[in-house]
């Protein structure tokens, strides 16, 4: 079976926080890439994020979108490996500090951060699972997070990691 997958309609929301609720001063910019066979597709990039506190856990998350770049259509067929990599740095513009740890959330009905891809005529959503993971319902109790330093303003993306599913 072959599924026409149309980047620029695939939706990424991801829960964010900071870890440390003493750096409310850090933005964060957000890359998202999905990769069909380990060669990437589509990608795209939120920035000036300003996270949840953290002060009171998932609680003070924010759920962020990030956009695609792309709008060319991807045949996907049958037994195709997906990949989606999260990644996050410290903002190049509106960030006034020159650190900061990011937190990803994910794994339960709550923390649903997930990649949302149109196969046909209808949405199917890939929900982020442990073992980098991507699963068809949403990940079971407890919450997992993920944490990364997202160094000096404007450095180099660091990855959260990269999740997969089988198609």
Not at 13 to 38: G, H, M, Q, R, Y
Not at 126 to 148: A, C, E, R
Request: hydrophobic share 40%; net charge positive.
């Amino acid at each position: 079976m072959l599924f026409c997958c149309y980047p620029f309609l695939i939706i990424r929301k991801v829960w964010i926080s900071l870890k440390d609720p003493t750096d409310l001063t850090v933005k964060f910019d957000l890359k998202a890439e999905i990769s069909k066979e380990n060669i990437l597709v589509s990608s795209g990039q939120l920035t000036s994020v300003s996270p949840g506190s953290g002060i009171l856990g998932f609680t003070s998350a924010t759920l962020e979108t990030i956009p695609f770049s792309s709008n060319t259509p991807v045949t996907i067929p049958q037994g195709t490996v997906l990949k989606l990599t999260l990644s996050v740095r410290n903002a190049c513009s509106g960030s006034l500090r020159n650190q900061g740890i990011a937190r990803l959330w994910y794994n339960d009905s709550k923390a649903d951060s997930k990649l949302g891809v149109i196969l046909g005529n209808s949405v199917q959503n890939y929900f982020l699972h442990n073992n980098f993971l991507l699963g068809t319902t949403t990940g079971v109790v407890p919450k997992k997070t993920i944490d990364i330093q997202s160094g000096a303003r404007c450095s180099s993306f660091k990855p959260f990691g990269t999740w997969s599913i089988t198609l």
